[in-house]
């Protein structure tokens, strides 16, 4: 639901081609109501590695970072900085992200 209070949605609207091997999305500065954030993807082969500087200031927010693999293939891992994750149809949830992350989904 877009108006979830606290909730911030990343990466929802792109299209699943930006997902493929070799591309990249960067996003900097980004202004959001919780504060500027930034993240960026690049994609391999195999992998999808997206880098998330959650909003600086103010209270924590709940991430939802949507990741559309172009093929529809549920990824065989996801890790979050480094620990294991879960990815609930195409999004990861991070509860109250505070810090940076980095969000790795094997496929």
Known sequence: DDQEPGALWLL???????????QSIVVED???FSG??????????DTVVIDVEPPA???????RVVV????RTAPKSV??????GT???ETVVLPQARGPYQIRCQY
């Open 12 to 22: 929802r609207g792109c299209p699943r081609r930006w997902f493929a091997p070799g």
């Open 30 to 32: 980004a202004p959001t």
């Open 36 to 45: 500027k954030m930034a993240l960026r993807t690049e994609a391999t082969d």
């Open 57 to 63: 200031g103010g209270a924590a927010v709940d991430l």
């Open 68 to 71: 559309r693999h172009p093929g």
């Open 79 to 84: 890790t979050v900085n480094g620990a294991p």
């Open 87 to 89: 990815m609930e149809q």
